[in-house]
């Protein structure tokens, strides 16, 4: 019997790597490169140098001495500060939760199939295309006292018609809060619109089949699967909230007096006005520290969730 020789592993040669291969390879590190390099300076290191900044006693010019948390102290001795806390707690619960209740209900509207939806969903998204510098004038003047909604009325003959919130102390941070839903409800329509869109029509129809109302289809079945969607314009809102100025500026520019002041205001005033750069340092990081306590969460539950 003839023996059976082992037949010899050759290993496979590798394809080699021409130069448009390695070319291709290395184009996308290439071309994101710029990009990524002036995020990791203009972006996270302007944010480094402003939490150093707040250790110190900068006020017009930077000083890079460090004095602990002395900024910190006087930040939060500030009446002003916790003014504009409060106008932000005000003016974001109002912000978030009309934006969330008008947008919810418009996208149900729409979800309906109705013949003008193509003219209507631009309608609607076209003031979150506006600057907020731009809302915030239009707004302006139509809330005018002199020359907007109260005087149209008592020239029409309601003579003892009075809107006056653009100058009240008490009500001007309320006048934010219209011009801020106004503008950024039809974004939130549009995110809900696409959440219903993306629900399975069947289990619709099974709840349909199974005598269902409508009313208890959208409380039971629909709206609790748009938790993403809900979770998503709650973070949304909220960054928009705690970084407004540009509205504020152009709409009150902060007052009257320091009725509409809120944590970014307040930072600029104090960095660039009053020449207070360690004191505004502190309150851009408690604004950041904000920001992150919102979006770390979110964060940490998308991850579990695609990892479940």
């Known amino acids: 019997m003839t023996p059976i020789e082992p037949v010899p592993f050759v290993t496979p040669e590798r394809p080699r790597?021409?130069?448009?291969?390695?070319?291709?390879?290395?184009?996308?590190?290439?071309?994101?490169?710029?990009?990524?390099?002036?995020?990791?300076?203009?972006?996270?290191?302007?944010?480094?140098?402003?939490?150093?900044?707040?250790?110190?006693r900068s006020?017009?010019?930077?000083?890079?001495?460090?004095?602990?948390?002395?900024?910190?102290?006087?930040?939060?001795?500030?009446?002003?500060?916790?003014?504009?806390?409060?106008?932000?707690?005000?003016?974001?619960?109002?912000?978030?939760?009309?934006c969330i209740a008008i947008g919810l209900f418009i996208a149900i509207l729409m979800d309906q199939r109705i013949r003008a939806e193509g003219l209507l969903r631009p309608i609607f998204l076209y003031p979150m295309a506006l600057s907020f510098v731009v809302t915030g004038t239009a707004w302006k003047w139509f809330l005018n006292p002199g020359l907007g909604l109260e005087k149209t009325m008592q020239n029409l003959g309601w003579e003892s018609f009075k809107?006056?919130?653009?100058?009240?102390?008490?009500?001007?941070?309320?006048?934010?809060?219209?011009?801020?839903?106004?503008?950024?409800?039809?974004?939130?329509?549009?995110?809900?619109?696409?959440?219903?869109?993306?629900?399975?029509?069947?289990?619709?129809?099974?709840?349909?089949?199974?005598g269902a109302s409508n009313?208890?289809?959208?409380?039971r079945i629909i709206i609790p699967m748009l938790r993403p969607v809900f979770l998503s314009a709650v973070?949304?809102?909220?960054h928009m909230a705690i970084k407004s100025y540009d509205l504020v500026i152009a709409l009150t520019g902060g007052g009257p007096g320091n009725a509409t002041e809120l944590p970014s205001t307040f930072m600029y005033s104090y960095t660039f006005t009053r020449s207070q750069m360690a004191v505004g340092s502190a309150s851009a990081v408690m604004m950041l520290m904000g920001i992150t306590a919102i979006i770390v969460p979110y964060l940490y539950s998308e991850l579990r969730e695609k990892r479940s």
């Open 17 to 56: 790597r021409t130069v448009a291969t390695r070319l291709g390879t290395l184009l996308p590190k290439i071309v994101l490169a710029p990009s990524f390099a002036i995020t990791l300076v203009f972006v996270y290191g302007f944010i480094l140098w402003t939490v150093y900044l707040s250790f110190t």
């Open 235 to 238: 973070i949304v809102l909220a």
């Open 163 to 210: 809107f006056d919130w653009l100058i009240n102390t008490d009500m001007a941070i309320y006048t934010i809060v219209i011009a801020g839903v106004w503008q950024a409800s039809g974004f939130v329509m549009a995110m809900f619109l696409a959440g219903l869109r993306g629900i399975d029509g069947e289990i619709i129809k099974a709840a349909q089949i199974d």
């Open 215 to 219: 009313t208890a289809i959208y409380r």
């Open 59 to 98: 006020r017009i010019l930077p000083v890079y001495d460090l004095v602990g948390f002395d900024a910190y102290y006087r930040l939060w001795s500030q009446p002003n500060w916790y003014m504009a806390i409060k106008n932000l707690a005000i003016f974001g619960v109002l912000y978030i939760s009309l």
